[in-house]
């Protein structure tokens, strides 16, 4: 059986604070892109466990892979017989785009499909959450408000079918103690759900990502990328989680991909 995990964009982050647990608590609204990956899974003939990947090449060991940490973390629990898994990647590694979490559960909707175990939407939720903090988003994967490790998920009622997408990653990579590095962590004087709800033509002044301002100084192309993006023509853009992928979201179809020829670069109504 194949899935198709999808990315994610972030309307806005604010660092709130820094938890006991050396966490930080965050507010952002999370809302589902169609750049998708393809996983499979299928029951080992062989009773022994693969793992292979294709597509983009992911660094590290596989056996960090939240696919398979997703896998083992239900075998243990349901008694599971060994598997063979493919992951296709499509979507870039180190951009704010959520493409590993969702791999994580998406791997847990799949295990649920192919094993039949019925997991609700909340228990699957559960299981999502011991693998990282965005990964629990995209069980429901519908627009929501993402609080406390990003983990704990709030619907909010947003649309923005009709809008065009353009999503921009220059050749930068930023990781997580970078973005975090020099982060001042402060309450904003407007709640997140309360800014989302005014006119997409009003949250160039209000909806903020509080990683942009080291970020843009470190790396000043993004900057430029984002300006590039209000100069022709989107109502809003924004880096995307902690980076570095800069999205613009316009009232029509914009091509743009020759001022970007040297960046990863993807377009599409949403």
């Known amino acids: 059986m194949v899935i198709f995990p999808n990315a994610k964009i972030n309307l806005g ?3 709130l604070k820094k938890r006991s647990d050396g966490f930080h ?20 003939r062989d009773e022994k466990f693969g793992f292979s990947s294709s597509g983009i090449n992911i660094p590290g060991k596989s056996e960090n892979n939240l696919c398979i940490k997703a896998w083992k973390l239900l075998q243990a629990t349901y008694n599971l017989p060994e598997v063979k898994i493919h992951l296709h990647k499509v979507i870039p590694m180190g951009a704010g785009l959520g493409g590993g979490s ?16 019925n997991l609700s939407v909340g228990r699957m939720e ?3 959450r011991q693998l990282g903090s965005d990964c629990a988003f995209f069980i429901n994967n519908q627009a929501a408000l993402a ?14 079918t009709g809008y065009f997408l353009i999503l921009v990653k220059p050749d930068v990579h930023i990781n997580t103690a970078e973005a975090y590095a020099g982060i001042i962590p402060k309450v904003p004087e407007t709640p997140m759900e309360e800014i ?3 006119p997409i033509e009003e949250w160039k002044d209000r909806l903020k990502n509080d990683f942009e301002t080291r970020i ?8 430029e ?22 999205y613009g979201l316009f009232k029509k179809e914009v091509g743009l991909k020759d001022r970007f020829s040297n960046c990863y670069y993807w377009s599409g109504w949403l």
């Open 126 to 128: 559960d299981y999502a």
């Open 196 to 198: 989302i709800r005014f």
């Open 13 to 15: 982050l604010s660092v």
């Open 102 to 117: 969702a791999d994580g559960a998406c791997m847990i909707k799949l295990i649920d499909q192919v094993f039949g175990l």
């Open 25 to 44: 608590q965050i507010e952002s609204v999370m809302y589902p892109i169609s750049i998708n990956d393809a996983l499979e899974l299928i029951i080992a």
């Open 225 to 246: 990328t984002k300006e590039i993006l209000y100069q022709t023509g989107a109502v809003y853009a924004s880096m995307t989680g902690s980076g570095s992928a800069i």
């Open 216 to 223: 843009f100084k470190t790396h000043p192309i993004l900057s």
């Open 147 to 160: 609080y406390d490790k990003g983990d704990q998920l709030k619907p909010v009622e947003l649309d923005l």
